[in-house]
Each structure stands twice: as C-alpha cells, then as structure tokens.
C-alpha cells in the first residue's frame, strides 16, 4: 500500500493521541445517566416511548466534549422521517423538562429534521433530541458495528476526527465537514484505498441484517442489546498495516481523490452522482449508508472545499517526511 514504511513512531503517537482525546470512561457514563434522567421526564408524557443515545457517544468515535444525540423512539410510529406533529412531540418534552432547572433548551423546528437542543449547566453536557429519525439510530449502529471490527478503526478514526477539528475543516453550518461525514471518509478509505481492504461493505456482505427498512424499534433493539453480530466479531482483515502507514494512506488517498464521485460505504466503491441540486451542487458527495441522501450538501462553497482540500494536502505533505511527528499536523 503507497510503498510505507512501518512507521512505528507514528503509530506510538497516534494511538498515544488517541488515549488523550477519547471520550473518557467517566464521561460516558455521565451521558448514560443524563439519557435515562430525560427519559424519565418524557416518559410521564409517552410512557411507551424510548430515548436512544446515539452518535458517537455510542460508536466509540467520540473525543472529549463532544455532544450527545437522542433519539426518541415511538413504537406506534411507522413513519421513518419527522414530520409536523414531530415539532408538537418536542414541544411537551420541553415542557416536562422545565422541572429540571439545571437544563436551558431551545426548539429548533424550522430545520429539515426539527431538534430540542439541550444545555446542561450543572453536569456540562449539551445535546441534542430528535424524534424518530430511523437513520440516525441505523448509521450508529452500522458505525458501530465497522468500529469493532478491527482495532486499528477506534483510533484511527478519533485522530482524523481530532486532525479535522484542529485543521478547522468541520461544522456543517460553516458549509464544512459534520463529524458522522468525516467518519465515512475513513470508513470509505479502509475499504478501497488500502490493499487488501482493512473493512468490507457490511451491507452488501449482511444485507438482511443491515436492511435499511426495519423500523427504529428493530434497529435500536440491535444497538442497545450489548451485543454484536458474530459476522462483526469474527472478522479478521488480511491487511497487516500499522496505524502511521493507515494515517499517511488516508491523506494519500484523498490527496488524489476523484471528488466529481459518489462516495458510497454501502458499496465499498463510487456511484453515480444522482441528476439533483443537493448532489451537483456540493463539491464533495457522500451518500448517507440509510437514507442514501448526500451528507456533505453543506459543502457547496468552493472556498471551503478548498480549504478542506489544502487541509488534506498540508498533512499528507507533512507525514510523507520520515520521521514525522504527529504534532506537526495537529
């Protein structure tokens, strides 16, 4: 693969890194108990309801401070996307939680996907509620499933998630990367950039498992059961690379990436772009694994992808030094 070297100091930094910046034990456990705390103030509303943490709080992705995604999961709903009455949902919950004085909230319900946001002041924690919207739960748990299935993902993925930030590459709402985009950018790359491919397509190698028409329920079922499937578990990949020649591939590989593509997890390989604004518009196209949607239709600014494009160019240029440290491009 690209003709590297061991690495094995780069390797010993990023996995050092990675220790530093992960989301610590503590702290999951905190957003663990602050979604069963609001649970239990939605349920005096809807009884039958469930809160799913989601996001990378849940995929093993997530870096320190990072926010919490909900999910409010109804079993009597059969629609997969939210709609109107969705605003209504979120407008009680932020009622009943008016009884826990440490949390401010703010409903937004003129976006796409309406949300209640959530500030903590007393345990410091902000997130984010939406209501039963099946692929946030499904990408969670597919990132998750990816996430176990060899040990290098974990902390590969946490330090281009850390590398983006620093570079100031992320934040949709600055028509730049979101953190779930910059994920499938790894994924994606772990699929056909390396040789032999360190990840498989999960939905094309267990498309029943994987099936993206299975309700929230069933899907939320998988992610909170604490277990996962024996295909994810007992997968072993044939590529031996360290951590330093995956992390110099990846700015590599997207150095002279082909970005007119669709870049597709689900296929482990490129589509065709769709003839729509939110595809030919964006400069970079990356389809949603669940909805199949474009996840980067923030980015249609040529300013900001050529930043994100220069961002790439500067680490890839940095790490082809030998004996590169990582700090150099953090």
Same mark, same amino acid.
């Given at each position: ?98 009884? %826990? ?20 002041? %007393? ?8 209501? !039963? %919207?099946?692929?946030? %739960?499904? *990408? ?65 190698? *267990? ?13 939320? !079922? ?15 990949? *044939? ?82 030094? !030998? ?8």
């Amino acid at each position: 693969m690209f003709g590297l070297v061991s690495r094995s100091s780069l390797t010993f930094e990023i996995k050092e890194k990675f220790e530093t910046v992960k989301e610590s034990e503590h702290t999951a456990r905190k957003k663990k108990l602050w979604c069963e705390s609001i649970e239990r103030s939605i349920k005096e509303s809807y009884p039958s309801s469930r809160l799913i943490l989601a996001g990378s709080s849940v995929t093993g992705f997530a870096t320190e401070g990072c926010d919490v995604d909900l999910t409010l999961i109804r079993p009597n709903r059969t629609s997969l996307y939210a709609s109107t009455c969705d605003v209504e949902v979120l407008r009680k919950i932020r009622d009943g939680l008016r009884s %826990i004085r440490s949390i401010n909230t703010e409903l937004i319900d003129g976006a796409v996907v309406p949300i209640l946001k959530l500030t903590d002041r %007393i345990e410091r924690l902000e997130g984010d509620i939406s209501v !039963d %919207i099946h692929n946030s %739960i499904f *990408n969670t748990y597919l990132q998750k499933c990816y996430a176990n299935m060899d040990p290098r993902v974990i902390p590969l993925v946490v330090n281009v998630k850390h590398w983006a930030k620093m570079a100031g590459i992320t934040g949709a709402r600055d028509h730049m990367l979101s953190g779930f985009a910059v994920v499938l950018l790894v994924i994606y790359y772990l699929q056909i950039g390396c040789t032999p491919p360190v990840l498989p397509s999960l939905q094309a190698i *267990n498309p029943s498992h994987f099936n993206t028409s299975s309700s929230a329920v069933v899907t939320a !079922d998988k992610l909170t059961s604490g277990s996962l499937p024996l295909f994810v578990t007992t997968y072993r990949s *044939n590529n031996n690379e360290t951590l330093g020649n995956l992390l110099v591939g990846f700015f590599k590989f997207y150095c002279d990436f082909n970005w007119h593509q669709v870049l597709s997890v689900r296929l482990a390989g490129p589509r065709s772009v769709p003839y729509d604004r939110k595809w030919t518009r964006p400069y970079i196209r990356i389809e949603d694994p669940c909805d199949l949607k474009n996840v980067t239709r923030a980015v249609y600014k040529s300013y900001q992808f050529d930043s994100i494009r220069q961002a790439i160019r500067r680490a890839k240029g940095k790490l082809e030094y !030998d004996g590169c440290r990582l700090s150099e491009i953090l």
